[in-house]
């Protein structure tokens, strides 16, 4: 019953910097693990951020050190900060939601219909 809206997607220059958010309702937002996925066209969803209500964040290796997953408890939203962003970043990006979610795909019950990010000069 948990409903994620992304938003934020467009066209950015490498270098650039862009910024995802995630608007969540039907649920109780801070029980929720949050998680940013990624596929890019002719690859696998790959999972690359994840927030849980507590403890440090994870990240993939691809995007460690110029990515940050935050959220807003009391807007019920989620953000990626994107930095440093590359050709290769340019993918459907979507959230996702589960109460119990962890690094596997499968785990996540819960998807917003993704937006595009292009990276392109």
């Known amino acids: 019953q948990v409903q994620l809206v992304e938003s934020g997607g467009g066209l950015v220059q490498p270098g650039g910097s862009l910024r995802l958010s995630c608007a969540a309702s039907g649920g109780t937002f801070s029980s929720l693990v949050m998680g940013w996925v990624r596929q890019a066209p002719g690859k696998d969803r790959e999972l690359i951020a994840i927030?849980?209500?507590?403890?440090?964040?994870y990240y993939a290796g691809s995007v460690k050190g110029r990515f940050t997953i935050s959220r807003d408890n009391a807007k019920n939203t989620l953000y990626l900060q994107m930095n440093s962003l590359k050709p290769e970043d340019t993918a459907v990006y979507y959230c996702?939601?589960?109460?119990?979610?962890?690094?596997?795909?499968?785990?996540?019950?819960?998807w917003g219909q993704g937006t595009q990010v292009t990276v392109s000069s």
């Open positions: 927030s849980w209500s507590s403890g440090a964040p």
């Open positions: 996702a939601a589960d109460p119990e979610g962890n690094y596997y795909l499968s785990s996540y019950d819960y």
